[in-house]
C-alpha cells in the first residue's frame, strides 16, 4: 500500500513544480529549506508533506525520461 496524501498537497506540489522547474530537486532537506521561501505553510508537518510529495514527482519525472 502506497501514503495517501490529500489533494491539497498534491496540487500545492503540483503548481511549485510548475511555477518554478528548476528550482527544486530530489533532496528533501534542500526543498524543506526551499519550501519556507517560495510557500507560506501553517505547520511543519504539511511542509515536510508538501517537500516529500515533490521529491518523489520528481524520481518519477527521471525515471520516465
Known amino acids: 500500500m502506497g501514503k ?3 489533494v491539497q498537497i498534491k ?3 503540483k503548481e511549485l513544480i510548475n511555477k518554478y522547474p528548476d528550482v ?3 533532496d528533501f532537506e534542500e526543498n524543506k529549506k526551499l519550501l519556507d521561501k517560495y510557500l507560506e505553510v ?3 508537518h504539511l511542509r515536510n ?5 515533490i521529491v518523489n514527482l520528481l ?5 520516465n525520461e
Open 4 to 6: 495517501v496524501r490529500t
Open 11 to 13: 496540487n500545492i506540489s
Open 24 to 26: 527544486f530537486s530530489t
Open 59 to 63: 524520481k518519477n519525472k527521471e525515471k
Open 42 to 44: 501553517d505547520s511543519k
Open 49 to 53: 508533506r508538501i517537500s516529500g510529495y
